[in-house]
């Protein structure tokens, strides 16, 4: 079994940092929501988006090393390989940012993944099994080129893209209940929600 996990917003929640970094930078007031979404709302509302669009590089790139990791996603991977199931993540990202500074988003991505990822002292992915991609197009290709029997994503429109590969099952992750299931195999609102499915599955095939 291999399982494929996007990165941001599925492996990595940015709402603490995001409001955080708003407030340090005095771009909203400090009662706003802690909340990406609401950072970003509240950026449009006043007229200010590029403002957000910069921060997103900063984040993304200088303060990556103080995002975290939802709750449970770490220890899932642990017990997918356990299991014996091959993980993989692939995502999709610019290099650099839009605006601002042009940090390398990709290096800062694979430093965060080798520090919050591990188990006990050891990484729980190898260099070989983490892919950045450039475009939309090109992570749909690298999820059939992973052979993934199974992907995990927080937008619904990747997991419903033409050329994703029909052998995939397509499963949401959606903490904040935005969409729906349709047109995808699952929803889940928690990686506890998502360990639970797969333990079903880990325990089938015992």
């Known amino acids: ?9 599925t492996i990595v929640t940015y709402d603490s940092l ?3 970094v708003a407030v340090e930078k005095a771009l909203v007031p400090a009662d706003t929501p802690v909340s990406k979404v609401a950072v970003r709302d509240y950026l449009r509302k006043i007229g200010n988006e590029p403002a957000f669009t910069e921060m997103q590089g900063y984040v993304y790139g200088a303060r990556m090393k103080d995002a975290d990791a939802y709750p449970g996603v770490v220890d899932f991977i642990r017990r997918a390989r356990a299991s014996g199931a091959e993980v993989v993540i692939v995502s999709h990202k610019t290099k650099h940012p839009f605006l601002g500074p042009k940090y390398d988003l990709h290096a800062a991505a694979a430093g965060w993944i080798d520090v919050a990822l ?7 992915l190898a260099e070989d099994c983490v892919f ?10 690298r999820i059939a080129a992973c052979d993934c029997d199974y992907f995990i994503d927080d937008l619904p429109e990747i997991l419903k893209m033409p050329g994703y590969p029909a052998k995939t ?4 992750f959606d903490p904040e209940q935005n969409h729906d299931a349709e047109g995808v195999t699952a929803r889940f609102i928690s990686w506890a929600e998502i360990q639970a499915f797969f333990e079903e599955k880990w325990r089938a095939k015992n």
Do not use: C, Q, V, Y
């Not at 079994?1 to 941001?8: K, S």
């Not at 099952?169 to 949401?172: F, G, I, K, T």
């Open 118 to 124: 591990r188990s006990e002292a050891e990484p729980l």
């Open 169 to 172: 099952s397509r499963l949401l």
């Open 18 to 20: 995001f409001h955080m």
């Open 132 to 141: 950045f991609e450039l475009t939309k197009e090109e992570k749909i290709a």
């Open 1 to 9: 079994m291999r399982i494929g996990l996007d990165f941001d917003n």
